[in-house]
Each structure stands twice: as structure tokens, then as C-alpha cells.
């Protein structure tokens, strides 16, 4: 369906399209002399963010919105993000999209808002890339929210990450930087659009920036944590194997003597003497004890933390 966003000032206008069938992308084709073949290839739902410019002077933008209905099993780009296409020119927006965007909408009611009515053309698509950018920042935090548990699970030692949370999570971060990338590099291929009007670009690509920067930092923590946790692992298999050894040592020297004497020799000195069995019990009781006093000496019952850990 194809209509028009009526706006006060009639120097350029803006077309909006949801969903359009075979007979929007012809009267897309024909009436707004819009390419024809881009026109079908902005409907293919595996696109990412790009630019190009057409024959007939349009610029090109395809841009992805987050999609609020999205949870956090959500791992494709498909499944997190929504697509819309925009052909822009000097007097004319056109956007092209499969469902109802959140960002679009409150646009359109700022247009009727003769306080944040655009102006002229370039803030109008300013306004409706700003929009789509700042998509993004809710999920970001929830994706901040998200580290924080893990991090006071692994501090904690309560328990350690499970492995398909922090496959979700790691796939989030990577399908969200990607996107984030892309938009950067065609809003910088889009520049010359903005030949008067550089500091609106200039306000895209910083929030944009921001957005990147933070998923950057939260993606840098999170393969620290998990350095971390597996080093907290590691500490805990080697008090494990720490404590058989002193075990498996301790025993050594007993086992030794009791097989010793457990060998079926004729002639074994204090073999039948009573003083003789007292003697080699006492002896292997002094071994264990001067093997428990030196393991305490070195150190060896004390479990080692690793650093940062409570």
C-alpha cells in the first residue's frame, strides 16, 4: 500500500510503502520512476545496510530497524531486525517496508507536529535515520544488563555462564556490530547528499559511533569474563588433582610397606615378633604424619584464588 504522509510545507514530499504487492512495485516502477529491479531486491528479507546511487539520480539507502518483538533466543539478522528501503532525491522520500516500524511511525506523527515539522528534505531524512539508529539503543542496554548478571555470576562462583545464554549473547553482539558497520560505511558512501548539510551527517555517524563503541566494549568484557571463568576453572581442577596427589603421596609410602611385608618370604626379620609389628605400625604412622607436617609446610592444603574472584 502505498501512501503519502501529508506535510505542510509542499516543497518535497514523502511516499510511504508497507508491504507492497506486484501492483505498488509496478506504479513504484512507473509513476515514481523508481528502478525497477531495486525495487524487488529491496523486498529480499536477507539484505543487509548498503547504498547505491541510481541512473536516474536517486540515492539508494537500505537501512535495518531492531525489531521490538525480537527476545534473546533471537541470533540472525533476519530475526532481529526489520528492513526498510529509502529512495531519496531532492524533492522526493520514498520507504519501503514488509510490517509497521515503530521509527517510522513516530516520524509520521512529527510531521504533524508543526514544532518538529521537518523543514526541508534533508532533515526529514535525517529525522528518519536518527529514528531507525536509536532502535538500537534499548537492546544495547539489555544487552549491557545481560553482562552485568554474568559477570556477578561468574564473581560470585554461584554458578558458571550456561553455554546457550552465552551463544545467544555472543551471537547478538556480533549480528548487531555487523549491522551497526554496515550503516556506518553506506551512510559514509552517502555523503555527498549531504554536500550543504555535513553536520547532520556528521550527528548520524556519531550516534552511530556511540552505539558501535559501547557494543564494542561490552563485546571486549565479555571475552575478559570468560578468560576469567575459565582460568576459575582451571583453579578448581588443579585443587582437585592438588588434593588426590597429596592423597595418592601420603599413602605411597604405606602401601609400600604393607606389601612389603605381605610378600611370602620364609625368612622376614620381626616376622614373629610382637615388638616387630608395634615397630613397623608406628613407623608407618610417623611417615604419614611427617608427610602431612610437610605438605602443610609447603603449602600444599591452602586452595589458591584467582584474582578478582570472591
Known sequence: MINQIPLPEKKF???DVTAPDDRDINRLST?????????????KPEHLPKYEETEDGFHFLMMRAFDKDSDDQSTTVQELTRKIALFISHERVVTIHRVELPSLT??????????DFPKNIYMLVHQLLLETIRTYEDPINRLQDNY?????????????????????FRRQLFVLKRILKQTNDGLYRFREF???????????????????????EISDNFEHLL??????????????????????????PLNFI??????????????????????????MVGVWALCLLYFR????????RVDGAN
Not at 31 to 43: G, K, R
Not at 194 to 216: A, G, P, V
Request: with cysteine; net charge negative.
Open 13 to 15: 514530499s514523502w511516499f
Open 148 to 168: 552485568d548478571d554474568f559477570e556477578t555470576e561468574v564473581l560470585s562462583k554461584k554458578t558458571d555462564m550456561g553455554m546457550i545464554k552465552v551463544y545467544h
Open 258 to 283: 604393607a606389601s612389603f611385608y605381605g610378600m611370602n618370604f620364609t625368612h622376614l626379620p620381626g616376622l614373629d615378633s610382637q615388638q616387630a609389628l608395634a615397630g613397623i605400625s608406628a613407623l
Open 194 to 216: 549531504w554536500e550543504k548539510h555535513h553536520s547532520m551527517l556528521q550527528d548520524l555517524r556519531e550516534n552511530l559511533d556511540q552505539l558501535y563503541f559501547q557494543l564494542d
Open 227 to 252: 578468560e576469567l571463568q575459565i582460568m576459575m576453572n582451571d583453579q578448581k581442577a588443579n585443587d582437585v588433582m592438588r588434593t588426590l596427589t597429596v592423597f595418592s603421596t601420603v599413602l605411597l
Open 106 to 115: 513516530k516520524s509520521m506523527n512529527r510531521c504533524e507536529k508543526p514544532d
Open 297 to 304: 609446610y609447603r603449602g600444599w592444603f591452602k586452595t589458591r
Open 31 to 43: 509513476e515514481f520512476n523508481l528502478p525497477f529491479l531495486l525495487v524487488q531486491d529491496c523486498l
